[in-house]
């Protein structure tokens, strides 16, 4: 399945797994899930992580 990523837009090839024959799907509501590519996602660690440090005293 492919999709794109939802801040640069790159399109992204997902893998499919067979549906689960025991799980009620028809009580569930279709949610669409929201994707990032890897770049992305590296990105946002980063400045996650930097953003979580103490600043350097002057």
């Known amino acids: 399945m492919k999709t794109r990523c939802m801040l640069c837009g790159r399109v992204i090839?997902?893998?499919?797994?067979?549906?689960?024959?025991?799980?009620?799907e028809e009580d569930l509501p279709k949610k669409r899930s929201l994707?990032?590519?890897q770049l992305c996602q590296a990105?946002?660690?980063?400045?996650?992580d930097e953003s979580?440090?103490?600043p350097k005293p002057m």
């Open 13 to 24: 090839e997902i893998e499919e797994f067979p549906a689960d024959p025991y799980e009620d």
């Open 35 to 37: 994707q990032v590519c």
């Open 43 to 48: 990105k946002l660690k980063h400045e996650a």
């Open 52 to 54: 979580q440090k103490v």
